[in-house]
């Protein structure tokens, strides 16, 4: 099912299954993404991640004998997706990333199931229950309780945190324009059109802006974050949220990327020795209770 297409009343339970391995994959991209930017300018990093991935998921689209050629009435939606999904949330959360700490600008981003949650109720009038509302409260309280001990940090690089922000608003509303129109290709081409098309504007400006394709100082640690980031994060990661998307309402599909920031958290303190307490304690505990809440009954 294509993500403009409506979810049934009961969705799969493949689709829990996929959200919860795409929320592994994507909160351990974190500390490692943070790694290869150590050594790799952001703007060159997020060209080398989308050169090789529309590409690619565009190819096996054909090898497999899907549908990938988009029709001419779908060129502008998608435009406008790729805009939100790819060039802005990779631009903005690659520069935020460069500026604070793995773990601190994964919370920020995901206040991004706030943002789809609004977004989803006024432009695609899904329903607000009373569950949703109250998982959403949980889970945001959760973000703010990892945010507040280090708000003296956000406040220090307020750019970092602007731009982190920027981003998941930016994701939240491409994911809103990806349900809100019917797609003819399956997910695994619109997937490919997006990083494509999406990574156009990143690629030339890093060519043209430099440095490019900026390995000069990259060591081992670096380019193996550089393969996971291509390979995990975005070739089956990207694919997946929007399988996941098309599957579920965007409210319930955002709420349940709020283990994201937490096995962030988590992963960059073992990998990155950034700092654990009682706060990620508390905020795995209200995630939990959020995600139980909304998608237990599922």
């Not at 579920?248 to 709420?255: I, T, Y």
């Amino acid at each position: 099912m294509s993500p403009g297409a409506a979810p049934s009343r009961r969705p799969a339970p493949g689709a829990f299954l996929l959200l919860a391995g795409l929320s592994l994959v994507w909160g351990l991209n974190w500390p490692i993404m943070k790694t290869a930017l150590a050594e790799i300018p952001p703007l060159p990093f997020r060209a080398l991640c989308l050169i090789p991935a529309g590409p690619t998921l565009l190819a096996i689209a054909s090898l497999r004998h899907e549908r990938w050629r988009l029709p001419a009435r779908e060129v502008a939606p998608l435009l406008l997706a790729s805009l939100f999904n790819v060039t802005l949330w990779y631009l903005l959360s690659a520069y935020a990333l460069s500026l604070m700490p793995a773990g601190r600008a994964s919370i920020l981003a995901y206040t991004m199931p706030a943002w789809a949650t609004l977004f989803g109720a006024l432009a695609l009038r899904e329903p607000l229950s009373p569950r949703g509302v109250v998982g959403l409260a949980l889970g945001m309280a959760g973000i703010a309780v990892l945010l507040v001990p280090d708000f003296h940090r956000v406040l220090a690089a307020p750019l970092g945190a602007l731009a982190m922000l920027s981003a998941a608003a930016a994701w939240a509303a491409g994911s809103v324009v990806m349900k809100r129109f019917s797609w003819t290709p399956p997910v695994i081409a619109l997937t490919g059109w997006q990083l494509t098309l999406g990574g156009l504007p990143v690629v030339l400006a890093s060519i043209l802006i430099g440095p490019f394709p900026g390995l000069d100082h990259v060591d081992l640690a670096g380019l193996g974050g550089l393969v996971y980031v291509v390979v995990f994060g975005m070739l089956f990661a990207q694919w997946a949220w929007f399988k996941v998307l098309g599957q579920l309402p965007v409210a319930v599909a955002s709420l349940g990327t709020l283990a994201i920031p937490v096995i962030g958290v988590l992963s960059s303190t073992f990998l990155l020795g950034e700092t654990l307490g009682a706060s990620e304690a508390t905020a795995l505990a209200l995630v939990v209770a959020a995600l139980a809440l909304v998608l237990g009954r599922r």
